[in-house]
Every structure is written in C-alpha cells, then in structure tokens.
C-alpha cells in the first residue's frame, strides 16, 4: 500500500522544521462501513460484465446499470434469475435481515457479490460505487474486498428549504441523488414559508398562484421587502405530478421523504395569498402577516392541506414547522382570546400547545406522525410528537428524557448555511463558520442521555436554508462536503470515525463529485496555517490534495483575484520575517472552475524561558474554571471563579454549561523542554483559543482564525517557559485535543506528562 504523505515544509536559516501528515492510502468509502477487510487482488469491470439480479432486486439492478451506463459508458447486460448463478460477474441477492439497511460486499477477482434486504442491496451498490476509480477510464478495477455494514441511525437526513429560493424538480432529484450516495435516507422537503409556497393545493389554489410568486409581488410593490434574501428570491411551485415524480425518484434511491408544511409561524406566504387565515388584532387590522390566526376557519383549511398532502407522500412522518412562531400576536387576536376562554389556556404559549396538538390529532386520525421543531415543546409537547432539536441539543435532550423520538439537528454543528470557512473569504451566510470537522465532530446522543434515553435519538440532519442561496451550484457549494460528514456520524459505528481517515476519503470523493458534475467547496491548501514562529527567516511549502488546481498568492496584504498569475502545487515560499506577513491566495481547481481564497498570518515572536525554581514544579496545568456569560476571555471578571483543578492529559475537560452560562477553563503553568530543539505546539480547540507562551499570545484567536489551522513553529531551549491559556469548556471542545507538542525533527508528539507543569 502507498503511504501519501502531505509535506509541509518550513525552512529557514536558523533552523528547519518538518511536519508531515500522513494517512495511508486506503478504500475511500464514505460513510465508514461497519467491517472493511481489503484483501490483494481486482476485480476488472468490463462491458461484458452481466448484472445479475433476483426479482426483488431488479430495480437496484437497473439503477446500477444506468449509473455505469452514464458514468463510465459501459453497457452491462441485466439478467433477472429465480437463483442467480455464482458465475454471473456482479450478483445482487435479496436476503432477509432484520437490520434495515445491512448489507455484504465481497469482491474478488471473478465476481462482486452484494447480498442483503432492500435497502440493503442499494446500499451495497453505492459502497460498489465507491470502489471504482473515478475516472471513465479502462481498465477499471475493483479492489478486492469484504464489507459487512449497517447503520447506526435510522434518520440520516439532510433538508432543503425551497421557499426562500425555489429549485426545480431537475435540482431536487439531483440532491437527493447525491444524498443517496452517500446512504443519507431522510430529504426533509421544506415546502413553505414567508417566502414561498411551493406545493399545489387543489382546495386552495391562490396558494401558489399567489403564494408562489412572492418575488413578483415584491417587484410591484405589493410584498414587503425581500431584505433577508441575498437577491430577489426565485418563484415558482410544484405540481402534484411534479412531486409524485420527486417521491418516485427519492423511493428508487431509499430516500424518504419528510415533506413540512408551516405553522403556526412561517406562513406569510399563506397569509398573503388568503388574508383571513393570519392573525388580525382587536380593531381587526392587519397587525402581523406571519401568524395564522388559531380559528376554526385556520384549522378547517390546515385540516384540508394536510389531506392533499397526506394523500400525496407515503412517508409516515409530517413535518408542521412549529419554530419561531410570533405568538405574543396572539393576545391581541379575538379568535385566540375567545380559544382561550373556551379551552382554559393560560397564555400564548399554551396556545400554540393546543395548535400543535390539534394537529397532531388530525394527523394520528389519518395514521401519520408529527414532526416538528424544538418550540412546540413549549407549552406541553403533544403525545406522539418527534422533536427536531434545532436550537441546540436543550430542547432535543428534554425530548428524549421525556421518551419522545428525537432528531438531532443542532445549531451551529448541523447549519450549512453558515460559510464553512473563514467567513470574510467566504460567500456570505448566516452565523458564524461551521468547519466540515465541526460537523464531524458532532455526537447526536448527548452524554447527558442514560442509555435508555439516547435510544430515542432517531439520528441526526443537516440543514440548509435559502436565503443566502440564490442557486443550485451555490446549494451544492454550502451543503458539500459538509453533508458527508453528516453521513459518517449517522451512519458508521462510533468506533468507526476517524477524522484524519475521513478527511483522506473526503478529498478521494473529488472525483465523484466531478463525474456527477457537482459543485462541492473545494478543499483548503495544505500547509496555510496561521503560524507564530521565533525564527527570523520564513519559508514554507504548499500543496493541493486535488491534481489539476492553481494558486495565485500574494504577500504584499492584496487579494489575488483571477488577474494574478497562475501557478500549479507545490509552491515554495520563502521570507525574511521582521515582524509579521500575511500571505493571501486565491486557488481554482481547473476541474469545476471554481474558486476560494485563504489567508494566513505569520508572526516572529521573541521567547524566553522563565527563571523559576524547577524543583518546585508539579506535574499538569493549573486550571481555574469561571462561569461567565462573557465571550471575550479578555473581558472575564475573575472574581468569579467557580473552582480549581489540576488537569494532566492532552484532553480539555467538558464542564455542563447551565443558565446561558459559559465555563471558562483558565490554565497556567509552564512547558517544560529537555531537549534544545524545534518543536511544533498546536491546539485543537475551535472556541476561542488562546494560548500564551513567555506572555506573547502563540495561538490566538482573531474573529475568524478558528476556523484555520493555528500552530507555533518555535527553536527551543532547555528550560522551562510560561505557559497559560483560556477555552471554553464546552461540547465544541469535546472532541478535541487541548494541546499537542511536537518534536519537529522526528515528527514525534512529545508525551504531556513530561512537558507540563505548574
Ligand atoms: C431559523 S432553523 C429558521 C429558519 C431560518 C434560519 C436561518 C429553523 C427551524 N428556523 O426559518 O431560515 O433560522 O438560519
């Protein structure tokens, strides 16, 4: 096997130092199956190849048939048997299994394998799909394997917000496609809100022949202002056809469909196309157009949409919204005072309790479960009602504890659309960056669960919203690669995650998305890190994990732009280093045409070792942990200082954060180094790091710096330095080391008992 090896070099004068990750190349299966032997050996695909398949199989048969026909221009015979014969090259066999999804994979030379249950079988076909070289290219081969899979969760979801910019049934299909790759199998379908209805309704049809063209009414005037939208919003609907030939497509790929119809909030659009369905206040003017009005006459019409709806989605589940509904327009609506009185409900939030579980009625009469978001816990959750936990894990963990089913999709780990790096480089988004290692990082069943309650955690979702998404390359720009990650939690063993292997196979998936012609972000430079370095003289090398990109980079504090001149990887930089420079670069991978710009500081620091007593040394850091709502450490009170503690390993503690609160961890102390020599320090936390070395900040982070790799690249001498630090004692930090020093020379990770103390 081949080890690739991503170099990074930083000469200078003085010294030299040399990292290197290294992450053999290996099956780049994305999400991680559950057992992978690779053994010696191809299996070699040709035309003459026939796919054999039982009759229960056969539609997964057809579909591998077309994607090799489309993909690779090979015209595979299809053959359907009673018992298919072990001669026949690629055998899809149905079995039974009482683990939705599981599936084998045995490749060898003289035949591919599949056997599993429905699901299964397709499953079994994308993990196929992955072991084939992404170029069209003969011979292609087929490393020869044995995979036995299954999923961790049953809802592996990813949404879809076409109200606040509508795609086309073309754009949908191919989302869900791409989804079905990657084995997600929840397309959370959010077909209305302010912005936006997007599905035909026979009872009412001004909902899209109005409620469908809000952009319109906005040009004349007639809508309010689109101001949250990036652009002017993009109209249009589906059609029943249109969307029984969505569910067609989503059901040959065993994708499900959640389709969500929004209330009592989100429902501008509604409102706008039928006025008496919103919330009027006590002199009967309009007061706000997004609350539909809790009448009799708002219920009676919801009562009629979700039975076209219903009608129209096989899918057991309906999602009703539920999220940041305006209620306090409540208490100036005669309808709601009057439902009130008549139902003896305390206040506004009760009265979205009772909505929610009006609906839910409805829907249980009609033999389907609700869904909706983290609010409709408020007030009292309805019987049978599955949580979406959006804002944070609060409202999901509540859910859970009180034995409702429960699906994770939490601020910020599971937004894309927030940038997913440095967000003054990035198109603009909402929230701050979520990194594809945030992502990945993310655990849906919360420490806080007993093992009995995280059972009620279906799984998790990423989400997208629209409004700072004006198309479809932009779509599949925001949600890729982030989405694979999503896949991998939800579907690999917790064993089975491994960021590093991850990232190597993320980066192998490039050419997938270049077959399937889809626009995911491109992968940053290897090598561009923020970096405080001791040594007067700078360079470093950069390279691109994908063939075929250019870089223009400048040092002179400029934005190359595509005027720049071009080169190809690696690229040797080399400076003298007074102060600081800022290197900035703008790559393009010729393959997609796109592009992402990157910028990383490089600071000189001068450090000395402290003179203190080294006998009195203890080992581990000090730690001081403060609560605060305070989200600067450099504004922290310390006189609220809640406890102390001494902690020894590389891992940061997790503290609960309580009441809005955060825990702040305060350490300090000393590294301790035996040895002269070069040395690498680098920390694995998101949320605010700050580490101090000598008193000058090392690793520091600005707005945005976060999101990028920072590291100290420091000579040192035998002896002992100041040491001390803040972060935020939280689920971000959980997964991450709190502090790595590396012997640059032999590439080595020092041991932390042996450097530090206080
Ligand atoms: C909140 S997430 C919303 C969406 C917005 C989003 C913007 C959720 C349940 N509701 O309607 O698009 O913020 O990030």
């Known amino acids: 096997m081949n080890i690739i090896r991503f170099k990074i070099k930083y000469i200078a004068a003085i010294f030299s130092l040399c990292l290197s990750v290294s992450v053999k190349a290996q099956l780049h299966i994305i999400p991680q199956p559950l057992h992978l032997t690779e053994q010696k050996g191809a299996f070699v695909l040709s035309g003459k190849a026939v796919i054999g398949v039982d009759k229960e199989s056969e539609a997964v048969g057809k579909y591998l ?162 101001d949250n939208l990036i652009d002017g919003g993009r109209d249009g609907f589906y059609t029943k056809n249109d969307i029984r030939e969505v569910i067609k497509y989503a059901q040959a790929r065993y994708v499900t469909i959640l389709p969500e119809i929004e209330m009592p909030g989100h429902s501008e659009a509604a409102i706008f196309a039928y006025p008496e369905l919103g919330c009027q206040d006590s002199t009967g003017a309009k007061h706000r157009v997004r609350m539909l009005d809790p009448s009799e006459h708002t219920f009676g019409f919801m009562e009629d949409v979700l039975t076209e709806v219903i009608a129209l989605f096989p899918n057991q589940y309906i999602h009703i919204g539920g999220d940041e509904a305006e209620m306090i327009d409540w208490l100036k609506s005669p309808a709601a005072v009057a439902l009130m009185k008549k139902e003896g409900l305390k206040n506004e939030k009760e009265i979205q309790s009772y909505f929610i579980k009006r609906i839910e009625k409805f829907l249980l009469s009609k033999n389907k479960k609700l869904v909706g978001w983290d609010e409709i816990l408020q007030g009292g959750l309805a019987e049978s009602a599955t949580v979406m936990s959006w804002q944070g894990e609060a409202g999901g963990i509540a859910a859970a504890q009180m034995h409702h089913h429960v699906v994770m999709t939490p601020l910020p780990y599971m937004y894309f659309d927030a940038p997913q790096a440095n967000e003054e480089l990035e198109p603009v988004g909402w929230n701050p960056p979520v990194t594809w290692q945030m992502v990945y990082n993310y655990e849906p069943q919360s420490k806080e669960l007993s093992p009995q309650e995280a059972e009620y955690i279906l799984g998790a979702q990423g989400n997208i919203w629209a409004e700072k998404v004006p198309n479809a390359l932009h779509l599949q720009y925001m949600v890729y690669p982030r989405a694979l990650a999503v896949a991998e939690l939800t579907w690999s063993s917790k064993a089975n995650k491994n960021i590093n292997r991850f990232e190597y196979k993320m980066k192998q998936q490039y050419g997938y998305f270049k077959l399937w012609n889809l626009n995911a972000r491109l992968p940053n430079i290897v090598g561009m890190d923020n970096i405080v370095t001791n040594s007067n003289q700078f360079g470093l090398v950069l390279q691109y994990p994908l063939l075929g990109a250019q870089i223009r980079y400048s040092v002179n504090g400029k934005m190359p732009d595509s005027n720049a001149k071009a080169q190809g990887f690696p690229v040797n930089i080399s400076a003298m280093l007074k102060d600081s420079l800022v290197l900035k670069t703008y790559t393009t991978w010729t ?29 581990g850091l000090g730690y001081e942990l403060i609560k605060s709502k305070e989200t600067n450490f450099a504004k922290l009170d310390t006189t609220v200082i809640a406890t102390s503690a001494v902690v020894n390993t590389t891992n ?84 991450q080391d709190l502090l790595l020093l590396k012997e640059a020379a032999t590439d080595k990770l020092v041991d932390p008992g042996k450097y530090m103390f206080h």
């Open 652 to 735: 940061p503690m997790v503290l609960p954060v309580t009441d809005g609160d955060l825990t702040w961890v305060k350490m300090s102390g000393y590294l301790k180094i035996d040895v002269d020599g070069d040395y690498e320090l680098t920390s694995g936390f998101e949320v605010s790091p700050a580490l101090f070395l000598d008193g000058k900040p090392v690793i520091y982070k600005n707005k945005n710096t976060y999101v990028e790799p920072q590291k100290a690249l420091l000579h040192l001498k035998k002896g002992v330095y100041n040491l001390s630090g803040y972060y935020i004692a939280d689920n971000i930090n959980r997964m």
């Open 591 to 619: 393959l997609n045409k796109q592009h992402i710009f990157q910028v990383a500081t490089i600071k000189h620091a001068n450090i000395t070792a402290s003179n203190v007593d080294q006998a009195g040394l203890i080992p």
């Open 65 to 226: 048939q077309d994607y090799l026909a489309t993909n690779y221009k090979l015209n595979l015979k299809l053959k359907v048997y009673p018992k298919i014969p072990i001669a026949t090259a690629i055998q899809l066999v149905t079995m039974v299994s009482n683990k939705e999804g599981a599936y084998s994979l045995n490749v060898k030379p003289g035949s591919v394998k599949i056997a599993g249950n429905g699901a299964g079988v397709f499953y079994g076909v994308q993990s196929l799909l992955q072991l084939l070289p992404a170029k069209a290219i003969a011979p292609l081969k087929i490393t020869t394997c044995a995979i036995a899979d299954e999923p961790r969760f049953q809802w592996r979801g990813l949404s879809l917000d076409v109200s606040r910019h509508f795609f086309t049934v073309e754009e949908v299909k191919k989302y869900i496609d791409v989804m079905a790759h990657y084995k997600l199998n929840v397309f959370h379908w959010h077909l209305t809100d302010d912005e936006g209805w997007r599905i035909q309704i026979d009872k009412y049809p001004k909902l899209t022949e109005v409620g469908s063209k809000i952009s319109f009414y906005e040009k004349q005037g007639k809508f309010r202002k689109l």
